[in-house]
């Protein structure tokens, strides 16, 4: 089993910048890749930066450019720089892990989920 947390939320006005954390604990070996998403109220949860088939990060076109992921092998911890913030930012914000590359990337793939972090953003 894998525990994530995610901490850093916050409210902030627009133009702000948050970073999140998302510490992996339990069999933390068994994680393959890592990845944000994000859940406004009344809408489906998105992507908001994950990975390609060769690791590199891609973020959501709603983000690029003022989001950025980054990850401590070391800490177990996976970050999410976010600058420029909007009010269409705000949402819960959620990371979670995948255990396999074979399942694919698709969010389906991801197994583990955290709590989630809320994300404030007024204009």
């Known amino acids: 089993q894998v525990q994530l947390v995610e901490s850093g939320g916050g409210s902030v006005q627009s133009g702000g910048s948050l970073r999140l954390s998302c510490t992996a604990s339990?069999?933390?070996?068994?994680?393959?890749?890592m990845g944000w998403f994000r859940q406004a109220p009344g809408k489906e949860r998105e992507r908001v930066a994950t990975?390609?088939?060769?690791?590199?990060?891609i973020y959501a076109d709603s983000v690029k450019g003022r989001f950025t992921s980054s990850q401590d092998t070391a800490k177990n911890t996976l970050y999410l720089q976010m600058n420029s913030l909007k009010p269409e930012d705000t949402a819960m914000y959620y990371c979670?892990?995948?255990?396999?590359?074979?399942?694919?990337?698709?969010?389906?793939?991801?197994?583990?989920w955290g709590q989630g972090t809320q994300v404030t953003v007024s204009s």
């Open positions: 979670a892990a995948a255990t396999s590359w074979l399942l694919g990337l698709s969010e389906s793939a991801y197994r583990y």
């Open positions: 339990g069999a933390t070996a068994s994680i393959s890749y």
């Open positions: 990975i390609n088939s060769v690791g590199a990060p």
